[in-house]
């Protein structure tokens, strides 16, 4: 489904991604962890063709999105859920959801309901304005913004950032939820715990390389993994 090869990109002089490669396969839920600064973010801007490539290939069933606009990402299914939410803080929820749905919009009245469904506290605050609304329902909605926009592949960044426990506790079921609906999914993650035990395959990042990948279940259990992510 989405394949990145030999993936390098700079920032200035700096280079930020070293010879990236990973693979996503359809209908699977793959996780990047790694410290802060190790190219999670910069990885998943750059899949959405938010930041240049210098060289290195990226391909969505198929098809290259090298030299894509980061609106035409969008109409291929790729959905990007930032660090940060970026949402209309002045919009009302329900409006923020509307603009999920823009390119889908005869199917805005069938998808509304499974947002409400997966997050019901959205439909309690579908009049408030996004920027008033708790971290965590802030990010409900950024989620709930994607899943309006009926997702091939949904990238997350670090979804559970600066949430109380309860909330992470909460996220760690509604990404469950979203994998049952046959999502493909993409979690850039510094909770490693969440995102190896949610995730099929993962891959460790720092500074820029991928020093380990495999089976999220066999990371899980490696030495360097536990001792640097785990804690253990």
């Known amino acids: 489904m989405l ?3 030999n993936l390098v990109v700079k920032y200035g002089a700096a280079h930020v991604l070293k010879g990236i490669s990973l693979r996503v ?12 600064g190790a190219g999670k973010t910069t990885l998943l801007r750059t899949i959405s063709r938010l930041v240049p490539i210098i060289s290195g290939a990226i391909t969505f069933e198929e ?14 299914g790729i959905i990007h859920v930032p660090e940060g939410r970026k949402l209309v803080g002045t919009a009302a929820v329900l409006d923020n959801l509307r603009l999920g749905a823009y ?8 998808r509304l309901p499974l947002v409400y469904e997966m997050f019901p506290i959205l439909e309690q605050r579908k009049n408030q304005q996004a920027r008033t609304l708790s971290g965590g329902e802030q990010q409900m909605v950024a989620i709930g913004v994607a899943l309006m926009a ?3 592949l949904l990238m997350l960044d670090e979804v559970t950032f600066g ?8 996220m760690r079921s509604k990404l469950k939820e979203l994998h049952d609906l046959q999502i ?9 715990e969440l995102a190896l035990t949610l995730s099929k395959e993962c891959y460790v990042i720092e500074y820029g390389n ?3 990948e495999g089976p999220a279940a066999e990371l899980r259990e490696d030495p360097q993994v536990r001792a640097a992510y785990l804690g253990l």
């Open 3 to 5: 394949e990145i090869s």
């Open 25 to 36: 396969e359809n209908g699977e839920f793959v996780s990047i962890i790694g410290p802060n």
């Open 63 to 76: 098809k290259t999105l090298n030299l894509l606009e980061p609106w035409q990402v969008v109409t291929r």
């Open 103 to 110: 390119l889908h919009w005869k199917q805005f009245k069938r």
């Open 150 to 152: 009926n997702p091939k």
């Open 163 to 170: 949430l109380a426990p309860i909330l992470v506790n909460l």
């Open 184 to 192: 493909s999914i993409l979690l850039a993650e510094q909770n490693a």
């Open 210 to 212: 991928i020093c380990k």
